[in-house]
């Protein structure tokens, strides 16, 4: 009996030793602990068979647990070994948890890593696609993130904006067909509210740029979601947002996102030191945009004007042109800078920089004469279609580049094969309006451009025959088989039909024919012309004059005003003049208008378009009413009525005496056909 208790007991005490620690944060005593603990175990366990499969030695010899001299009972004891058992643990539990930290953080740092090798890779290969399709295949296999499919629609349009027109249709197609960019729209309409800003507003400007319906749901979520992250955009999404925003068409979201967009442009504009941003924001805010904003975006640019750089400043030209806004400190900052870096600029920025100028009505001659002579340096470099255009840039500013022309002319001159219709239209438009005649060469010149007119007179239609045939009798020459095709009843009637463009239409036959009657040949000049006063009123910009006139001539009778003359030409002031004694004579005492001994001097009064840019060379129109009315019998006397004006009073008589009297002639008052200068 005794020897069955002993191996209870050493039974005890071993499965005590074994069972696990109790919690150092339990609250009760260790022996409760422990007591609840090996009753659960004992409870569950059917402690026979425990010990007798668990543990057959125990029938055998006695297992000697304990020390023979320890008392199987000793508190001291129990307490000690306890004790060691829980240095043991507690030495072993941070280690473990060190190590499993470490392993959980070398798993996540392996999987990050590969994620990030994973997405370089993608990129890299996004950036080896050589078009759309290719980009598309890559999508389909490997793109997994946001980022990823927002690149690659970014790089989609990229792709298809570096090509040919031709191209581009081919390639969009193949686009929306590719069954891969339906997978990337639908993904981009699921994450649309998860992405990041700069991938929203890039992602709505790829698919508009696409060409992805606007009323589609995945272009109208987007918009949604750009209303709702507005205030989240930082300035650089702002101006994407805005260019984006400026080739759509108005729709409820659309309307909604400019308002909101326009009121963030005018609170972010303090805060906007970027050119670039600045320029884009005036081109994409518009020429309905308030005029405190224009001229808040105008403050805003002449503040980092000292930043400045020439691809910039072209910007800001273009910028200005889309709000409509004609800033002089702006442009002449920028016309600095484009003249300080011309040799670095291609031609067709120069032509959209000439063209940016004539829509704000800007001039500067500076400017147009650098870029004159620039264009003529490489004038060898250059297409003969680009020297056209170019031309006809200048051509819309009243400014004219002789030499340029002369080049032309001389290759026009040396083979005119190179024209279609188009081109010599505009060569006709240019040297008409601008009155350039070669030096020299003017017959031959003419001659040219009437064989090209005429190896296009079965194609040509009527409304572009007329432009022709209208430039050529400005210079002074008659194209007869041309006039005969216009003037047939067919064609004259179809002229007179339209409504649209019908009183220019009815201006230029008025002019063809008067050219035909005055510049022909076999046309005298008449010993009495006839004339009417216009008006007996004088209007506000020639009251200077006549008082002028009043003042030096002392007599109304010694002068008209407003004189009307056959083929409804009409001139400011005329005046008599004894031609041998220089003499100003009453008009009511000369009774015969034959008398050859009498000068009769015309004086208009022009404004500064009439003549070229910075010259006092006439444009087309004056050059061909001073040649007509020369041909009438009168010595015209043309005056820049603006500087006229600018005289003081006395200074405009002594203007008008030297004029009327002085036997050596002013710039203003010789103004030949063919002087170029």
Not at 89 to 98: H, M, N, R, T, Y
Not at 222 to 247: H, I, P, W, Y
Not at 482 to 510: C, I, N, P, T, V
Request: glycine residues 4%; hydrophobic residues 40%; neutral net charge.
């Amino acid at each position: 009996m005794n020897s069955k208790m002993g191996y209870l007991l050493n039974a005890v005490r071993y499965l005590r030793r074994c069972s696990p620690v109790a919690r150092p944060s339990a609250p009760t005593s260790r022996h409760v602990v422990w007591t609840g603990r090996h009753r659960d175990c004992l409870d569950n366990t059917n402690c026979r068979t425990l010990f007798l499969n668990a543990f057959p030695s125990l029938r055998g010899s006695p297992l000697r647990f304990l020390s023979h001299k320890a008392d199987a009972f000793g508190v001291g004891d129990e307490v000690q070994q306890e004790k060691s058992r829980e240095a043991a643990v507690s030495e072993q539990a941070p280690q473990s948890s060190l190590e499993l930290e470490k392993l959980e953080g070398d798993a996540q740092s392996f999987r990050v890593k590969a994620a990030l090798d994973e997405n370089e890779q993608f990129f890299n290969r996004l950036h080896t696609c050589a078009c759309p399709s290719d980009v598309l295949d890559l999508a389909s296999e490997s793109a997994v993130s946001i980022k990823q499919f927002t690149n690659c629609l970014t790089t989609i349009w990229k792709l298809l904006r570096s090509m040919s027109d031709d191209q581009r249709r081919y390639e969009k197609r193949l686009v929306f067909e590719h069954p891969a960019f339906v997978r990337l729209c639908q993904q981009l309409l699921r994450d649309s509210r998860r992405m990041t800003r700069g991938d929203l507003v890039f992602s709505l400007h790829a698919v508009v740029n696409l060409g992805v319906p606007q009323n589609t749901l995945l272009v109208q979520t987007l918009l949604r979601v750009c209303q709702e992250k507005l205030n989240q955009l930082d300035n650089r999404c702002m101006s994407v947002l805005a260019t984006t925003l400026a080739g759509m068409d108005e729709d409820k979201n659309v309307s909604a996102l400019q308002a909101g967009l326009q009121l963030l442009v005018e609170q972010r504009l303090p805060s906007i030191r970027d050119i670039f941003i600045l320029q884009n924001l005036m081109k994409c805010m518009g020429k309905d945009a308030p005029v405190f904003l224009k001229k808040k975006l105008e403050m805003a640019v002449l503040r980092e004007i000292d930043h400045l750089t020439y691809p910039n400043a072209h910007r800001v030209f273009l910028g200005l042109v889309a709000m409509n806004y004609c800033s002089i400190p702006v442009l002449n900052a920028c016309s600095k800078k484009i003249q300080e870096n011309i040799h670095d600029a291609p031609y067709w920025q120069l032509i959209l920089i000439l063209e940016a100028c004539h829509s704000l009505q800007y001039r500067n001659i500076k400017l147009f004469s650098a870029v004159a002579d620039y264009v003529n340096s490489i004038v060898c470099l250059l297409d003969k279609r680009q020297i056209i255009l170019f031309l006809s840039a200048f051509e819309t500013l009243g400014f004219q580049p002789s030499e340029l022309m002369g080049v032309l002319a001389e290759k026009v001159t040396e083979d005119s094969e190179f024209l279609d219709l188009k081109s010599f239209l505009i060569v006709l438009r240019v040297y008409s309006r601008l009155n350039y005649v070669p030096k020299g060469q003017h017959l031959l010149f003419y001659e040219t451009l009437h064989s090209c007119l005429n190896k296009y007179l079965p194609q040509i239609s009527n409304a572009e025959l007329l432009k022709a045939v209208y430039s050529l009798c400005i210079l002074g020459y008659l194209p007869h088989l041309a006039l005969d095709q216009l003037l047939k009843k067919d064609s004259f009637e179809e002229l007179m039909s339209g409504d649209l463009y019908k009183e220019k239409r009815e201006m230029m036959l008025h002019c063809v024919r008067t050219c035909m009657e005055l510049d022909s040949p076999s046309f005298m000049k008449p010993a009495f012309v006839p004339t009417e006063i216009f008006s007996s009123l004088v209007s506000v910009t020639l009251r200077k004059a006549r008082e002028a006139l009043l003042e030096l001539l002392g007599d109304e009778n010694m002068f008209r005003q407003n004189v009307q003359l056959p083929y409804e030409y009409r001139i400011d002031f005329e005046i008599w003049m004894d031609s041998d004694t220089k003499k100003v004579l009453p008009i009511t005492a000369t009774d015969s208008y034959a008398d050859r001994s009498v000068q009769r001097l015309a004086f208009l009064f022009v404004p500064p378009s009439a003549f070229c840019l910075g010259t006092t060379h006439p444009q087309g129109k004056l050059a061909m009413k001073k040649r007509h009315l020369s041909k009438l019998g009168y010595h015209v006397i043309p005056v820049l009525n603006k500087k006229f004006q600018e005289l003081t009073n006395e200074g405009a008589i002594e203007f008008l005496k030297g004029k009327i009297y002085s036997e050596n002639v002013s710039p203003f008052s010789e103004v030949n056909l063919c002087d170029n200068n």
